[in-house]
Nanobody, 124 residues
């Protein structure tokens, strides 16, 4: 049974930082590209960042470039999202997801496995 479990969310002030983690089990983690997505109330789920299985390629949404960093540790079956200089508009539920495609993709519908999400709230 595949499980993706996010952690690290919380309440932070504008300009603060958080580090999200996503622990994977039940799959060959190193064979999957991993992505982070987020969904704010009343909005569609949107792409945040993705990292290839080989740890050689990353992709970011324009809104988070230079502020967020995605990384992974295949030995620990974990993917991370370091979020700096947080803004109120970053407030959302953050989800990690796994994609078996050889290509690094940004569409949420392309990702097969999903976690339950972790809430990030940035106060102004």
């Amino acid at each position: 049974q595949v499980q993706l479990v996010e952690s690290g969310g919380g309440l932070v002030q504008t300009g603060g930082s958080l580090r999200l983690s996503c622990a994977a089990s039940g799959l060959s983690f190193s064979r999957y590209n991993m992505g982070w997505f987020r969904q704010a109330p009343g909005k569609e789920r949107e792409f945040v960042a993705a990292i290839s299985r080989s740890v050689g390629t990353t992709s970011y949404a324009d809104s988070v470039k230079e502020r967020f960093t995605i990384s992974r540790d295949n030995a620990k079956n974990t993917v991370y999202l370091q979020m700096n200089s947080l803004k109120p508009e970053d407030t959302a539920v953050y989800y990690c997801a796994a994609d078996f495609s050889p290509d690094l993709r940004v569409g949420a519908k392309m990702y097969f496995y999903w976690g339950q999400g972790t809430q990030v709230t940035v106060s102004s």
